[in-house]
């Protein structure tokens, strides 16, 4: 190897280095706070049918149409903690399914303009399916709720 070559291999080499102490001192993209996106002062219950199911990173999201006072079909999308922290506190995909009837108990969203697709964005604290089971669902507010 020529000493041009070994100078040109310790500069990809030491720029590698830079680039990967640089990226991994950087902080990561803050994850949210409750307070930061949801309004404690503005808790919603939600009776209706689970429309979707998306097992998703960083965050679930179960999304559940109900009806509004003028009878129009209305969808809100109720964020959850992630499908790993899910599944340790007993969730299985199938915990909640497409069709399923459900009361979701949680918080709204403090932008309540509608997302993209439509959907109002809030949080969720509690599922309770038509059997009556309650399920926590890892609301980042911290109100872990009673268990039934």
Same mark, same amino acid.
């Given at each position: 190897?020529?000493?041009?070559?070994?100078?040109?291999? &310790?500069?990809?080499? %030491? =720029?590698?280095?830079?680039?990967?102490?640089?990226?991994? *001192?950087?902080?990561?993209? +803050?994850? /949210? =706070?409750?307070? +930061?996106?949801?309004?404690?002062?503005?808790?919603?219950?939600?009776? &209706?049918?689970?429309?979707? !199911? +998306?097992?998703?990173? $960083? /965050?679930?999201?179960?999304?559940?149409?109900?009806?509004?006072?003028?009878?129009?079909?209305? %969808?809100? +999308?109720?964020? %959850?903690?992630? $499908?790993?922290?899910?599944?340790?506190?007993?969730?299985?995909?199938?915990?909640?399914?497409?069709?399923?009837?459900?009361? !979701?108990? &949680?918080?709204?969203?403090?932008?309540?303009? $509608?997302?993209?697709? @439509? =959907?109002?964005?809030?949080?969720?604290?509690?599922? %309770?399916?038509?059997? @009556?089971?309650?399920?926590?669902?890892? *609301?980042?507010? &911290?109100?872990?709720?009673?268990?039934?």
């Amino acid at each position: 190897m020529s000493p041009k070559q070994r100078l040109q291999r &310790g500069l990809v080499l %030491t =720029s590698g280095f830079v680039v990967a102490l640089v990226t991994g *001192s950087c902080p990561v993209a +803050a994850h /949210h =706070s409750f307070a +930061a996106e949801y309004d404690g002062d503005k808790p919603v219950s939600i009776q &209706g049918v689970v429309s979707k !199911v +998306a097992w998703v990173n $960083p /965050h679930a999201y179960i999304y559940v149409t109900t009806k509004n006072a003028k009878g129009k079909a209305v %969808t809100y +999308a109720f964020e %959850t903690s992630s $499908p790993n922290a899910l599944l340790r506190r007993g969730w299985k995909r199938s915990t909640l399914k497409e069709g399923d009837g459900v009361t !979701v108990d &949680g918080y709204l969203a403090k932008d309540t303009r $509608p997302l993209a697709d @439509g =959907s109002i964005h809030a949080n969720a604290r509690l599922f %309770t399916t038509a059997a @009556g089971k309650t399920v926590f669902a890892g *609301s980042s507010g &911290g109100d872990y709720g009673p268990a039934k």
